[in-house]
């Protein structure tokens, strides 16, 4: 039962960070356009559509090497908020780096935008802090401590140590 509580946990943790990383890379890609002075007012509409879709994109992508960081972090017990930046961090670039053409001749990335890339492991960074701060704290205490033998009865009376 600690087991099913543990994986709704872990995925509402995962759906929250995904969001926050979404709404950085909407706001962080948006910025040069926020900072337009003939701009005028931003329609909110089309910003949530923008928002829900940065959701979807981060979510979509980030699944697979998301679960497999989880998953680590799960069996071996892992609470290091430092692990989870890190991987947050790893996820961000990963997705990145999975939308980028390889060149398996000469092992180089065609057209990476330092940019965009920094953005993305940026929202990975905090989406692993988001992700820590719901599901990671705990990460592996549903399995519970070991419980310990009990003591033996103690010897009869008049009998040899």
């Not at 003939?38 to 980030?62: E, K, T």
């Not at 990963?94 to 001749?105: K, N, R, S, T, V």
């Amino acid at each position: 039962m600690a087991l099913i509580g543990r994986l709704i946990v872990i995925a509402f943790a995962f759906l929250l960070a995904s969001f926050v990383a979404g709404l950085v890379v909407v706001t962080a890609i948006l910025i040069p356009e926020f900072s337009d002075i003939g701009i005028g007012p931003i329609d909110q509409s089309a910003l949530q559509v923008v928002i829900g879709f940065g959701f979807i994109f981060v979510s979509g992508f980030a699944l697979i090497p998301a679960l497999l960081i989880a998953l680590i972090t799960e069996a071996f017990s892992i609470r290091s908020v430092l692990a989870y930046a890190i991987g947050g961090g790893v996820v961000g670039a990963a997705c990145y780096l999975g939308l980028i053409p390889f060149d398996p001749e000469t092992f180089h990335f065609e057209g990476i935008v330092r940019r965009q890339l920094e953005i993305l492991t940026g929202a990975g960074i905090l989406g692993g802090l988001i992700y820590w701060l719901i599901a990671g704290r705990n990460a592996g205490r549903w399995r519970g401590t070991p419980r310990l033998m009990p003591p033996p009865p103690p010897l009869p009376s008049g009998s040899p140590r």
